[in-house]
């Protein structure tokens, strides 16, 4: 799906990832593993895009109420969620799934949210109306709608329970929002100054304080773009190789990470599937895969 970003491309993510090898990456560190292929949606120029505040937020909803299903169904089968993507407003489809799951055993969900923006724009802060920059305030439920219910619940995490890491470009009013919330935020500066084990550690401590297990939802434009091109909002002076694969490394370890999500490669804007192939390599350092 790219229908939630400002720029096509990054609906043919889950290919390029495909193509760069993650399925033999899987069974390289013994995961077995079902592919249920792509969620089929139609295409932007076929669709209205409605409401210039909150575009396609028809379709992305039908989208990510798929894909909540699918998530809880995968769950309930007792394994563990991996999502590709596709632009970030398919995270309000996975962490409804992951939600609604927990919820219905009395547990609460912690989420890590790695991304150089911080995705909590509403329709009255959005500069672009995308809701791929609106996907974390939806599940906090601060929008209000169909996004926000999804599942018939809301909120779908509690903002002591998530964490933002990796931040540094950020919009005025979604500034306010991350400052006002009650989520824990980790900056560009933050890491700098303080490295990322130090961040990591710190942030996994602090989202299964109250939860049983966490989710990460990673974006790949949280990487430096001269290790990731192929994404559609690049910023300069991101995660290197070696702190996006630490990051993860700490979180397999932890033994406490229930999900995965990686999103918003475009290999229009990449180079040879340069951006796929990390891709699948932060994927492998998350679900397991270890140096030695």
Same mark, same amino acid.
């Given at each position: 799906m790219d229908h939630g970003a400002g720029r096509r491309g990054v609906g043919m993510g889950p290919t390029a990832i495909r193509i760069a090898g993650l399925h033999r990456a899987l069974e390289r560190i013994g995961r077995s593993f079902v592919d249920r292929g792509d969620i089929v949606i139609k295409t932007p120029e076929t669709e209205v895009s409605g409401d210039p505040h909150y575009r396609f937020a028809?379709? &992305?909803?039908?989208?990510?109420?798929?894909?909540?299903?699918?998530?809880?169904?995968?769950?309930?089968?007792?394994?563990?969620?991996?999502? &590709?993507?596709?632009?970030?407003?398919?995270? &309000?489809?996975?962490?409804?799934?992951?939600?609604?799951?927990?919820?219905?055993?009395?547990?609460?969900?912690?989420? &890590?949210?790695?991304?150089?923006?911080?995705?909590?724009?509403?329709?009255?802060?959005?500069?672009?109306?995308?809701?791929?920059?609106?996907?974390?305030s939806v599940n906090l439920g601060m929008n209000a709608g169909a996004l926000t219910s999804l599942g018939g619940f809301q909120p779908k995490v509690l903002p002591e329970d998530v964490v933002l890491i990796g931040l540094r470009d950020l919009d005025q009013g979604e500034r306010q929002a991350i400052r006002e919330s009650g989520v824990h935020a980790y900056t560009m500066q933050d890491i700098d100054e303080r490295g990322m084990a130090s961040i990591m550690r710190e942030s996994i401590e602090h989202v299964t304080r109250q939860c049983d297990q966490f989710h990460i939802s990673f974006d790949i434009d949280s990487l430096d773009p001269r290790v990731a091109p192929g994404t559609g909002t690049p910023v300069p002076g991101g995660l290197t190789y070696r702190e996006a694969h630490l990051a993860l490394e700490l979180a397999a370890a932890s033994e406490r990470l229930g999900s995965f999500e990686l999103v918003e490669v475009n290999p229009i804007l990449d180079t040879a599937n340069q951006t796929g192939e990390v891709a699948v390599g932060l994927i492998g350092s998350a679900l397991g895969r270890k140096i030695l």
């Open positions: 028809g379709l &992305i909803q039908k989208a990510c109420d798929e894909l909540r299903q699918l998530v809880l169904a995968a769950l309930e089968e007792g394994g563990l969620p991996l999502v &590709i993507g596709g632009d970030h407003s398919i995270a &309000i489809g996975t962490v409804a799934g992951l939600s609604e799951f927990h919820r219905a055993r009395e547990q609460r969900l912690g989420l &890590i949210w790695v991304d150089a923006h911080g995705d909590m724009n509403t329709p009255s802060t959005s500069p672009s109306g995308n809701i791929h920059g609106m996907p974390l």
